[in-house]
């Protein structure tokens, strides 16, 4: 007989609204921690930061940013040079690639200046819908939700999501929470980074352990 998989249960309605209230309470003030000073910085940074740590994008940004200064720059950039910058970055490859051609693409189509649209962004080369988000989230605070492997990881945890997909689990926690999406974005990336981490998680003293569901199957999740 095939071996029937067992999910963690879901959490409830009045759960979903404690969960929510103790995540807005413990991560009041949460943003990225990328490091940037405009818009066209924190585009770059989180195109580099798939698959990649923000500690490792934030060693590498310093010397992008001071070599190529403005997105014209980056557009007009030689692609050798790209990928050597930023080559200890995971697809170094095709994200050096990515970034001169959305460049190019800013500069021609939206004459200079990344589009603050969910869709126009979204038609960047190497621009995914959670990349699209990340960037709303972080610069206009649109209630809008993005799941990272945090927050993927979190979200199933806590029986907010059985979703396989990052976007299904997305639509699944904007449905739940409804609305303060881009703070609890936050909030859950931090949580899944520094404490409820993939190996290991710091159980002890958590303030989401009587909502945790799957505290059997950490190693799977």
Same mark, same amino acid.
């Given at each position: 007989?095939?071996?029937?998989?067992?999910?963690?249960?879901?959490?409830?309605?009045?759960?979903?609204?404690?969960?929510?209230?103790?995540?807005? $309470?413990?991560?009041? =003030?949460?943003?990225? !921690?990328?490091?940037?000073?405009?818009?066209?910085?924190?585009?770059?940074?989180? /195109?580099?930061?798939?698959?990649?740590?923000?500690?490792?994008?934030? /060693?590498?940004?310093?010397?992008?940013? $001071?070599?190529? $200064?403005?997105?014209?720059?980056?557009?007009?950039?030689?692609? =050798?040079?790209?990928?050597?910058?930023?080559?200890?970055?995971?697809?170094?490859?095709?994200?050096? $690639?990515?970034?001169?051609?959305?460049?190019?693409?800013?500069?021609?189509?939206?004459?200079?200046?990344?589009?603050?649209?969910?869709?126009?962004?979204?038609?960047?080369? *190497?621009? *995914?819908?959670?990349?699209?988000?990340?960037?709303?989230?972080?610069?206009? *605070?649109?209630? %809008?939700?993005?799941?990272?492997?945090?927050?993927? #990881?979190?979200?199933?945890?806590?029986?907010?999501?059985?979703?396989?997909?990052?976007?299904?689990? !997305?639509?699944? %926690?904007?449905?739940?929470?409804?609305?303060?999406?881009?703070?609890?974005?936050?909030? /859950?990336?931090?949580? *899944?980074?520094? #404490?409820?981490?993939?190996?290991?998680?710091?159980?002890? =003293?958590?303030?989401?352990? !009587?909502?945790?569901?799957?505290? !059997?199957?950490?190693?799977?999740?």
């Amino acid at each position: 007989m095939a071996k029937v998989q067992k999910f963690p249960k879901l959490a409830k309605k009045e759960e979903i609204e404690k969960i929510k209230e103790l995540f807005l $309470k413990n991560y009041p =003030d949460s943003v990225t !921690e990328l490091t940037y000073s405009n818009l066209f910085e924190l585009l770059v940074a989180v /195109m580099l930061s798939a698959q990649c740590t923000d500690k490792r994008v934030n /060693m590498l940004t310093p010397t992008l940013f $001071k070599r190529y $200064k403005t997105i014209k720059d980056l557009a007009e950039a030689d692609l =050798d040079d790209v990928k050597e910058i930023i080559k200890s970055c995971s697809f170094f490859n095709n994200k050096a $690639k990515n970034l001169i051609a959305l460049s190019k693409m800013i500069v021609e189509k939206y004459n200079s200046k990344v589009p603050l649209e969910q869709k126009e962004l979204i038609k960047l080369p *190497g621009v *995914g819908q959670k990349t699209a988000n990340v960037i709303l989230i972080e610069y206009t *605070g649109a209630n %809008l939700m993005a799941v990272d492997t945090h927050v993927f #990881r979190v979200a199933h945890r806590l029986g907010l999501s059985r979703a396989k997909s990052a976007k299904d689990t !997305e639509a699944d %926690l904007a449905k739940k929470f409804k609305t303060n999406l881009h703070q609890l974005h936050q909030a /859950m990336v931090l949580f *899944g980074r520094y #404490r409820c981490k993939a190996i290991k998680p710091e159980c002890n =003293d958590c303030f989401l352990a !009587e909502f945790c569901k799957s505290k !059997e199957s950490f190693k799977a999740l």
